[in-house]
């Protein structure tokens, strides 16, 4: 088993790192407010490709582990083989405010902050879509974040503050801690789409706790499980595109006639 996980983890890595298959994709290194803090890549559009009539679609990645710019590539590879042409991506780089930081917390939120940090992740999240806007048409109506592992806690508090841009949250593998974030009635009328392996070293049970207390909020919800423990396993890409589907079939049903 543990050469098992080991290969795995190698060969997710390699795939990571090589970027062949995404040379054509378009990004930008780019930072929100002119913050160097707030550095993030904006992914698409393609070139001499028109912008939708309503605005772009926005997906906002919060990476697991380290947070750090080496998930570029896989982002990358969302953006082309899980999304449609009428979105952009706007991956989060996490800020290192300390040396120790990122064995406590990668992305620091009001609930559960870091001294040292500057601004919350949170506050990250608003400036990055008003920095987006400003370069793009935006339809609000689909903004929506995905987070996985460390990155999903923060996606978590910044769709449920009571005013936020987010329009549906993607939380994959990730922990559900309800004393870390803003009170979960302000769910009611959101949208949450987790997954879960059942084989995650993280409780299924935090996954199953999430949908069910913000199912009673007022919250939509739905809990997609997968074989493997934590970590992307087998086509991520369709994970994440049946994840995306979902979210914006519940902005559609909520948007008014």
């Avoid at 080991?6 to 390699?14: H, P, S």
């Avoid at 449609?84 to 009001?110: G, I, R």
């Avoid at 990055?128 to 793009?136: F, P, Q, S």
Wanted: hydrophobic fraction near 40%; aromatic fraction near 12%.
């Amino acid at each position: 088993m543990r050469w098992t996980v080991g290969l795995a983890a190698i060969a997710f890595c390699c795939a990571l790192w090589a970027q062949d298959d995404v040379a054509d994709v378009p990004s930008q290194t780019l930072y929100a407010g002119d913050d160097k803090n707030k550095m993030y890549f904006l992914i698409g559009p393609y070139p001499n490709t028109p912008a939708p009539k309503e605005g772009y679609r926005l997906l906002l990645i919060l990476p697991g582990g380290d947070g750090s710019a080496d998930f570029h590539p896989f982002c990358k590879r969302i953006y082309k083989y899980a999304l449609d042409s009428n979105y952009l991506v706007a991956q989060l780089v996490a800020p290192k405010w300390s040396d120790d930081q990122f064995e406590k917390v990668v992305w620091p939120t009001k609930r559960n902050p870091w001294a040292t940090a500057k601004f919350t992740t949170e506050e990250f999240i608003e400036a990055v879509i008003a920095d987006v806007r400003k370069r793009h048409p935006i339809d609000s109506r689909y903004i929506f974040a995905l987070g996985w592992s460390s990155g999903g806690p923060p996606v978590y508090a910044a769709a449920l503050e009571e005013k936020t841009s987010l329009r549906g949250a993607f939380v994959a593998m990730s922990v559900f801690k309800p004393n870390q974030l803003p009170p979960l009635k302000h769910a009611e009328g959101r949208s949450f789409y987790i997954l879960h392996s059942p084989e995650d070293f993280i409780p299924i049970r935090m996954a199953e706790q999430a949908e069910t207390k913000l199912r009673a909020h007022g919250g939509r919800t739905k809990l997609t499980t997968y074989e493997g423990g934590h970590g992307w396993r087998g086509n991520p890409y369709d994970m994440i595109q049946e994840g995306i589907r979902w979210l914006e079939k519940q902005a559609q049903a909520s948007a008014p006639s």
